[in-house]
């Protein structure tokens, strides 16, 4: 039996989510996946593209404001309006921590700031 180590719940939503990588000479590509399982501190993403351990990331995720609540991320009142009914891509940044065969867990940078991107096409 193993010893849960997390600050933070985790959640199961398998959220939609694209993800991409910060790189001097290259942008990586923009790499369509699914949230596995995320908490408010970070996120294992379904992906069979090789991020390197320890690079910086960006991240989309697909959210209902249910979600938002589950999770207890902060966002300003303004963008809290703008979710009423809707689903909205949240952008969030973060560290690769670790690399499966299946999927990278990511860590949300400690100053990570959600931001409502705009509603699904």
């Known amino acids: 039996m193993s010893i849960e180590r997390r600050e933070q719940e985790r959640f199961f939503l398998n959220l939609q989510a694209r993800i991409s990588a910060e790189q001097k000479d290259s942008p990586s590509p923009l790499v369509e ?26 991240i989309e995720f697909l959210v209902t404001y249910e979600d938002l609540k589950k999770l207890r991320f902060i ?3 303004e963008s ?17 921590i670790r ?19 705009k509603t699904p096409a």
């Open 80 to 96: 809290l309006k703008k979710l009423a009914d809707n689903k909205v891509w949240i952008d969030a940044t973060g560290i690769v």
């Open 33 to 58: 996946t699914v949230a596995a399982n995320i908490s408010a501190g970070g996120a294992f993403l379904e992906t069979n593209y090789q991020f390197s351990i320890a690079s910086k990331v960006h």
């Open 75 to 77: 966002l300003s009142y």
């Open 99 to 117: 690399q499966e065969a299946h999927g990278v867990a990511v860590i949300f940078e400690s100053n990570y700031q959600l931001t409502p991107l």
